[in-house]
């Protein structure tokens, strides 16, 4: 998993790559070890295709100014946000089962053919 640091990298992975899942978190809130697990089953099962990174809002802020409530994970497709969940739920399969569920939901009704 990448750590993006910069606005200009942020950049770089969206306009190089098709698919592109961005996680932003905050050190110190409650929901980021799950959140971080989340993002690491994520990483093991979903197309290698698919680049993951994610985001210290802490540090970076001016990655992403709309970003409101972390941790967020959102999706872009060639360089468009096409999904987003703000927020965890209890547990890490929980998590991981949504997301994947409503990212699928999202590429079929795009014609993507993208493994999730």
Same mark, same amino acid.
């Given at each position: 998993?990448?750590?993006? @640091?910069? @606005?200009?990298?942020?950049?770089?992975?969206?306009?190089?790559?098709?698919?592109?899942?961005?996680?932003?978190?905050?050190?110190?809130?409650?929901?980021?070890?799950?959140?971080?697990?989340?993002? @690491?089953?994520?990483?093991?099962?979903?197309?290698?295709?698919?680049?993951?990174?994610?985001?210290?809002?802490?540090?970076?802020?001016?990655?992403?100014?709309?970003?409101?409530?972390?941790?967020?994970?959102?999706?872009?497709?060639?360089?468009?946000?096409?999904?987003?969940?703000?927020?965890?739920?209890?547990?890490?399969?929980?998590?991981?089962?949504?997301?994947?569920?409503?990212?699928?939901?999202?590429?079929?009704?795009?014609?993507?053919?993208?493994?999730?």
């Amino acid at each position: 998993m990448y750590e993006l @640091k910069s @606005k200009e990298e942020f950049i770089r992975a969206l306009n190089g790559n098709e698919v592109v899942l961005v996680g932003f978190y905050e050190p110190g809130i409650r929901e980021n070890n799950i959140f971080n697990e989340s993002l @690491k089953n994520l990483e093991r099962v979903i197309d290698q295709r698919i680049l993951i990174c994610r985001v210290n809002m802490k540090d970076h802020p001016e990655i992403e100014h709309d970003i409101y409530k972390t941790p967020t994970i959102r999706v872009y497709y060639r360089g468009e946000l096409v999904f987003e969940q703000i927020g965890c739920l209890n547990t890490v399969e929980l998590n991981v089962k949504v997301i994947r569920r409503g990212i699928r939901e999202v590429f079929r009704k795009r014609n993507i053919n993208v493994k999730i």
